[in-house]
């Protein structure tokens, strides 16, 4: 769920949005995520590899199934690497608007017109930690962006995007 509130065309996230049920005698299912974005509607599954086992693939067959017939898509998240897990987690800490980041964006990314180290935008805080907690969360609205798939150091590369 915390990769889908990143991205910035998922409006809108329910769990265990339906109850399937196919039929008779094969049995009913209970897909983990809806998510609605500007690609339309996706059911989720949640399940590592391990534990992906024959009912659970006859239950995603049929779910896909049942979503392609009515114009949505069907996806099976089976996790993600150790590190990009926990940078995620870090910076959900981060997630909610202050007051404060307006005052501080211009700054940081102005900063970030070309690869700047985490380090470097950190220090530029004046020791309130309104600086740091903005670079924070433009990291997680994505307004700047560094490479989550590896553990976050003072060296990380961070540059600015688009959406800044």
């Known amino acids: ?7 910035p065309d998922v409006k809108w996230i329910v769990a265990q949005p339906v109850l399937l049920a ?22 989720w599954d949640c399940r590592s590899e391990q534990r992906q086992d024959a009912d659970f693939t006859l239950d995603a067959a049929a779910t896909a199934s049942a979503c392609a017939r ?16 926990l940078n995620e987690r ?4 981060f997630r909610r608007h202050r007051e404060w980041h307006e005052r501080h964006r211009p700054s ?15 220090q530029l ?4 930690g309104e600086l740091t907690s903005t670079v924070w969360h433009l990291l997680w609205t994505g ?20 959406r800044a």
């Open 1 to 7: 769920m915390r990769a889908l509130d990143r991205q």
């Open 22 to 43: 196919f039929t008779p005698g094969a049995g009913k299912h209970l897909p983990d995520l809806l998510s609605l974005s500007s690609g339309g509607v996706t059911l």
């Open 70 to 85: 009515i114009g949505w898509r069907y996806e099976v998240f089976s996790g993600q690497a150790v590190a990009e897990r």
């Open 90 to 93: 870090w910076l959900a800490g």
């Open 108 to 122: 940081v990314v102005g900063h970030c017109t070309r690869a700047k180290a985490l380090g470097d935008l950190l």
């Open 125 to 128: 805080d004046d020791g309130s």
């Open 143 to 162: 307004e700047i962006t560094c490479d989550l798939d590896r553990p976050l150091s003072l060296a990380t590369s961070v540059t600015r995007t688009d």
